[in-house]
């Protein structure tokens, strides 16, 4: 049994390492520290409503009093603290629009956290970190835990920092902290921003579909749950000090993607628009994940012929979800809940 503080719980892969908790962990006590930014929606999160193990607490991971707060209330659960950490602002096209707010939260946001998970003692720190510090591929080869960092985006170069500040405590503290580098998720509750959820948004309402470039950038896509499944498993029995990278060997290039998203949901490729590319955008993606598989026995269990068609089904059956992110509408939710 254990005590958790989870950063960015209200997000996309948080909501879902939440429920996984929930329906596989249920006696362990879990704390949520979540600002909800645009990308934090509590409607993700309706599902562990009566969950006595569970507290939400609205807090910035950069102030250091309000995660003190998400301490106090860990506290009171007792026992050893963990704490496995998500917050970060996440999408590389807003990093390329403002940096700003990427080095705030990901780069002193983590500064803070550390800080003060040092100070009580943690017992592990799982920082949850990105394939994309380790830049960017050719035609062929993969990352593994060895490739050296090298960043292209304000968003993986705050990410990069964020886990040098990790290893830099890890080094010099001998702070308990793991570090995991995962390739690009897909799933239920993925702020439609993200490529899979924004396409099938926009061709479930007949808009055009906006490709980058030549449509030619290969992602390795790994369903939400197997990454959920490989933060737990790295949570309760990786190695203090090491990194472990999370893919799933599906490689696939954009417009694949794309084109395979219109064929289930029966539109038509003439919704697809090629459009500016993205600055810096990197080519290629692969993750070789053969250190978890041999250390810890994680290895993912979704074929993206399968999953896919269950995400594209989850996104029809929430049209109200979407919609009310789409719209905005979630935050008059978060307006009255919380003031602002
Ligand atoms: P997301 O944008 O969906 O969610 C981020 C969450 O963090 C939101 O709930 C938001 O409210 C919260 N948050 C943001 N700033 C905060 C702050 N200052 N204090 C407290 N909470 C804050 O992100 P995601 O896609 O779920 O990604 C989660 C983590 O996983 C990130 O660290 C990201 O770098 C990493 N990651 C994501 C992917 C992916 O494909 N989405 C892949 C690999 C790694
Ligand atoms: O690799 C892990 C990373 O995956 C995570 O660290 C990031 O948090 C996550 O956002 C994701 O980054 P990407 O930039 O790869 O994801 P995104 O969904 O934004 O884009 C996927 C690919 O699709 C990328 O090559 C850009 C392209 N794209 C994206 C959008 C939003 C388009 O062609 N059109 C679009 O409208």
Redo the contacts with the bound molecule.
């Keep these: 049994m254990k005590t958790l503080i989870v950063t960015g719980g209200a997000g996309f892969i948080g909501s879902n390492f939440l429920h996984l908790l929930h329906a596989s962990r249920p006696d362990w006590k879990v704390v949520n520290l979540d600002a909800l930014t645009y990308a934090g929606n509590l409607e993700n999160l309706i599902s562990l409503e009566g969950w006595k193990n569970y507290e939400f607490v609205r807090g910035d991971i950069a102030r250091r009093e309000d995660v003190e707060r998400a301490f106090a209330a860990a506290r009171r659960f007792g026992g050893p603290v963990s704490v496995v950490h998500f917050a970060a602002e ?4 807003r990093s390329i629009e403002s940096g700003l707010p990427f080095v705030q939260t990901n780069v002193l946001g983590t500064q803070v956290l550390l800080d003060a998970a040092r100070a009580h003692g943690v017992e592990r720190f799982v920082h949850v970190s ?3 510090v380790y830049g960017s591929l050719g035609d062929t080869g993969y990352f593994t835990e060895e490739t050296p960092l090298a960043p292209n985006s304000p ?1 993986s170069a705050s ?1 990069a920092a964020s886990d040098l500040l990790v290893r830099a405590a890890v080094h010099t503290h001998g702070f308990p902290a793991l570090v995991t580098r ?3 998720n897909y799933g239920p509750f993925q702020f439609p ?3 899979v959820p ?1 396409m099938i948004a926009k061709a479930s309402d007949g808009e055009s579909l ?3 470039g030549d ?1 030619k ?1 290969v ?1 390795d896509w790994l369903y939400v749950v197997d990454h959920c499944e490989a933060i737990l498993a790295v949570l309760e029995r990786g190695r203090l000090g090491e990194t472990y990278n999370i893919g799933g060997h599906n490689e696939y290039q ?1 417009i694949a993607i794309v084109r395979r998203l219109l064929s289930e949901l029966g539109k038509p490729e003439s919704l697809i628009r090629y459009v500016k590319d ?1 600055p810096g ?1 990197d080519r290629r ?1 692969a993750i070789d994940a053969s250190k978890i598989e041999r250390e810890l026995g994680w290895k993912p269990r979704y074929r993206l012929e399968d999953a896919l068609p269950l995400t594209i089904a989850w996104y029809r059956s929430r049209a109200g979800w979407l919609q009310r992110v789409r719209s905005g509408a979630y935050r008059e939710y978060l307006a009255r809940q919380y003031g602002g």
């Design positions: 996440s999408h590389v096209d990105t394939d994309e968003y990410k995962c390739s690009n921003e993200k490529l924004l906006p490709v980058y449509g950038n992602r954009n993205r955008h993606y």
